[in-house]
């Protein structure tokens, strides 16, 4: 473990578990395969689906023969847009209810004949067994009458349109005039990046078991949103949301693949109730790619001029990104360009192009991840126009307020980030000619970044339970993917009552629950943070109210704010009562209360707060590279990050969660594209063989560090791991492939073709 805090403050409150490193409630579960995943409910009956995948990229089926596949033994039904039952379409998006969020796509599978992209569904095949459902699949023929496709983000970029603005961000942005300052800049670099799509490949690939009973409908899914999952099925399916009920217990991992419903569900849920059986489908890896959206391609303009001291005089940034023809939604590319750099002159624009390709979706700080690779790499580029070192110049210009909207930036410590990173990494010691340092035959490279994600936080309803005994049960309808919420969450019960951890239970991923947040957006632990405090907050003041009023209590008389719960019960100075002791002298064998947020009440607040205060997770990242100098092959060999993220929660699965964000970007930076075939927007390479994620042997250790103060602006201080550290990553590399090389690139990945 190689978390070590800096300039660590006490958080207000009790901090008995907050902060330490506490290992998962649910690994041991995990470990020992006594978890159990979405695919692995066994129901009597239970029927198998495959799907059946378009091979055009746009058109119309014109016919479908599904005679060989049905005649194979075993099969129970083969669905397609002829005989399926109808879903009704998806709801139109709208930030005010956050679950429209969950339609991947708005094409209404089997009720249409319109392909509107390659890997499409358009049949469904179910059958006794996985095998055969998957063989009959193969048989089903479609025909198609094709249609012209654009599925070339670079040959289209000329049909792109401004992307709309939403409460959660910006678009565009103009403050003086920067193409001016930037054409009458002393010094300027002017660059054109590219980065290729990105597809989603966590390690449990999308699973669904569908059971109907009459009207009622459960499923089993692996989701990071059980409360948009239930009203987008209750949406399609016609029936009431309380007939619906999303269980999701356990998730091999999100990134925000797992943030839409996506075609396997749908046409799980679909599939059960066609066949009256319940019904399974596991996605195989190629049908994610298939049906599950990624990363925009995108291409990139920063140009960034600079007098002679250094300060920033213009920032250009623009971008183009694709949608799909049947939906996806606009990334925030500039987001970080918007917060980072003071300068006077300032211009953003992000627009988009409709492609006839599977809709885009969040993955993991989606437009941050690919936008801070430009920003980053021309602030890197500009250093040695400069002939400054990279560091000083980011800090030379680090604003006092936002750069464009004036406000104050809640709780910034970029300056204490890069000071503490560059003194553990060793940054003096970095001879900044380009190829100037080498270990043997590598050439050795060093580079910095910078990384940010906003942070914000989406209401939570939260119960907590006291029993007789001394339990504590706290109950959301959030979701545990792997990054420590089930642990975190109960941290922090424990702290706020006084309590053992050993003696909180917590249960989430059940939709029956209390709405809980979405795990996206890296909000769900502030959001439920919120809901613990104040449920426990309420329960405190309810125990008080049984016993202040009894005679003989030593809590007679007493007021919420002179009571304090430790030690299992509550206490003013040396006199208290345990939890026990008040509910037998109150004759109650539990007590419970609720902490409810409303959807209207947090718009209006982040609203508010957005005119107030720009919020936002940060980071310096520390890449050093070894490049072969003949082969030119990449090797990361060492990394750290340091984070200001506010408190820290789990000290063990902050890291983790910070560590596992650094590794994706590598992947970024080095090996992750996903090629699509220009004539037919068939996805080339769907799978782990030929999509190309990090394995251990490319990874160093990586250190972080979190400066971990509490942001005195959210709840317990805390601001989102989720996904700040995927950000800076990719130019932190690129940076440090120029130190080593000389040469920029501008085209991710970095391939070694690119360098030869
Ligand atoms: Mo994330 S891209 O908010 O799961």
């Known amino acids: 473990m190689s978390v070590k805090y800096a300039e660590t403050e006490q958080a207000t409150g009790a901090t008995k578990y907050v902060g330490q490193a506490i290992d998962r409630v649910d690994g041991p579960a995990k470990t020992t395969g006594e978890a159990k995943f979405a695919a692995e409910y066994p129901y009597p009956g239970l029927a198998y689906a495959a799907l059946v995948h378009a091979t055009v990229p746009r058109g119309r089926i014109t016919a479908i023969d599904t005679a060989e596949a049905s005649a194979v033994r075993g099969v129970i039904d083969v669905l397609t847009h002829e005989n399926a039952p109808p879903m009704k379409p998806a709801p139109r998006t709208s930030l005010l209810d956050p679950s429209t969020l969950a339609s991947g796509t708005p094409v209404n599978y089997l009720a249409t004949d319109e392909v509107h992209w390659n890997g499409q569904p358009v049949a469904v095949v179910v059958a006794e067994t996985p095998e055969t459902a998957r063989y009959a699949a193969s048989l089903v023929r479609p025909s198609y009458e094709g249609l012209p496709a654009a599925v070339d983000l670079a040959a289209e970029q000329h049909n792109a349109v401004p992307q709309k603005g939403n409460l959660l961000g910006e678009t565009s942005a103009d403050k003086g005039d920067a193409q001016a300052a930037l054409a009458a800049a002393l010094h300027s670099v002017d660059l054109t990046f590219t980065t290729p799509p990105h597809n989603h490949n966590a390690i449990e690939p999308h699973a669904t078991t569908a059971v109907w009973d009459g ?16 009203r987008h099925l209750a949406q399609r399916f016609g029936v009431p949301e309380k007939n619906v009920r999303v269980l999701s217990p356990y998730v091999g991992g999100g990134f925000g693949g797992k943030g839409s419903v996506w075609a396997g569900t749908l046409l799980a849920v679909l599939a059960a109730r066609a066949t009256g059986r319940p019904v399974r489908l596991a996605l195989t890896r190629e049908g994610v790619y298939h049906t599950v959206g990624g990363r925009t391609g995108s291409i990139q303009r920063v140009a960034l001029a600079a007098d002679a001291d250094g300060a920033l005089t213009a920032i250009l940034h623009t971008s183009v990104s694709r949608t799909g023809r049947g939906g996806g939604h606009g990334e925030q590319i500039t987001a970080g360009t918007r917060h980072l750099y003071a300068a006077p002159n300032i211009h953003l624009r992000q627009s988009t192009v409709r492609l006839d390709l599977l809709p885009n979706t969040f993955m993991r700080a989606p437009g941050e991840s690919i936008g801070t690779f430009a920003l980053e790499s021309a602030v890197d ?37 890069y000071a503490l990173g560059a003194e553990r990494f060793g940054w003096h010691e970095r001879d900044p000619r380009p190829g100037a340092m080498r270990d043997g ?22 119960t907590v339970r006291l029993d007789a005994d001394g339990t504590v049960v706290v109950r959301c309808g959030l979701q545990e993917m792997g990054m420590g919420t089930a642990t975190v969450l109960g941290q922090m019960a424990a702290d706020e009552l006084g309590v053992p951890l050993a003696s909180v239970r917590v249960e989430y991923g059940d939709s029956d629950l209390p709405v809980g947040p979405g795990a996206g957006g890296s909000m769900q632990t502030a959001s439920a943070a919120a809901g613990v405090q104040d449920a426990a907050a309420k329960l405190k003041r309810t125990l008080l109210g049984l016993v202040r009023r009894a005679p003989g209590s030593p809590l007679r008389g007493r007021r919420p704010d002179e009571v304090e719960a430790r030690d299992g019960g509550l206490y003013a100075g040396a006199a208290g009562q345990t939890y026990a002791e008040i509910l037998k002298a109150a004759g109650r064998g539990h007590v419970e209360v609720e902490s409810k947020a409303g959807m209207l009440g947090f718009v209006a607040r982040t609203l508010r707060e957005r005119r107030r205060l720009v919020r936002a997770a940060t980071g310096a990242q520390f890449c050093e590279v070894r490049v072969d100098p003949d082969t030119m092959e990449v090797r990361v060999s060492r990394w750290l990050g340091v984070f200001d993220v506010g408190t820290v929660i789990n000290a063990k699965t902050a890291a983790s969660q910070l560590r596992g964000g650094i590794v994706m970007g590598i992947g970024m930076a080095l090996s992750e594209q996903t090629l699509i075939d220009h004539r037919s927007g068939r996805v080339m390479n769907a799978s782990l063989s030929e999509y190309h994620v990090p394995v251990h042997a490319d990874i160093p250790h990586i250190d972080v560090l979190c400066l971990d103060e509490p942001d005195s602006t959210m709840p317990m201080g805390l601001r989102g791991v989720g996904e700040v550290s995927i950000t800076g990553v990719a130019a932190a590399v690129a940076n440090a492939v120029r130190h080593a090389t000389g040469r920029r690139v501008l085209d991710l990945p970095i391939t070694l073709d690119k360098l030869l």
């Open 381 to 417: 580029e500009l250093a040695c126009e400069l002939g400054l070192d990279p560091v000083e110049l980011r800090l030379r210009n680090e604003p006092d307020r936002d750069p464009l909207g004036g406000q104050k930036l809640a709780h910034r410590r970029l300056r204490e980030a």
């Open 441 to 462: 035959r590598w050439l050795v490279g060093m580079g910095v970044a910078t990384a940010y994600h906003p942070s914000m936080r989406m209401p939570a309803n939260v």
């Open 215 to 230: 009207d009622r409908l459960t499923v089993h899914e692996a989701t990071q949103s059980i409360t948009w999952m239930r």
